[in-house]
């Protein structure tokens, strides 16, 4: 079945050939009718590379039109809409109960099993007036006690 068809799809390229394709005859032409010849073939064959081009930037415009429309399709299909969410306020044991359902009967402390953290003051200097050390600083003297003070 496959050779047979094969040999019927050459039968019908050969036709078409004959068909659109004259056989040549070259023989007892001039040289100015050889040349008419040769560009009469160089425009049809420029016609038909226009032709071949053209309907290559059709099919390719196509595609990309078929693969966004796809590509459309399937943004559509996937999105959904999430819902708005509330917050609700619920207990440990409240939300125990939910999760566990009838298993939980005795009620957990959590608070209890927390640590407690002792916050330490702050050492607050005492603010002293600043004008009784400047005369006490001034010069060299307040600089050589600053000195020996950091010593």
Not at 87 to 94: F, G, N, Y
């Amino acid at each position: 079945m496959l050779q047979d068809e094969t040999e019927q799809k050459m039968k019908e390229k050969e036709a078409t050939l004959a068909e659109r394709v004259p056989p040549l005859s070259m023989s007892g032409q001039s040289l100015q009718e050889l040349q008419d010849f040769c560009r009469d073939l160089q425009h049809k064959i420029d016609v038909v590379d226009e032709e071949w081009y053209d309907i290559g930037l059709k099919v390719s415009k196509n595609e990309k039109e078929i693969e966004n429309m796809k590509l459309k399709i399937t943004e559509i299909q996937s999105k959904f809409k999430k819902p708005t969410l509330r917050r609700v306020k619920i207990s440990a044991e409240a939300m125990l109960s939910v999760l566990l359902g009838s298993k939980h009967k005795e009620t957990i402390d959590f608070k209890a099993s927390l640590k407690t953290v002792k916050k330490e003051e702050e050492k607050k200097e005492e603010v002293t007036d600043w004008r009784k050390n400047v005369d006490a600083m001034s010069g060299m003297d307040g600089r050589k006690k600053m000195f020996n003070a950091g010593q």
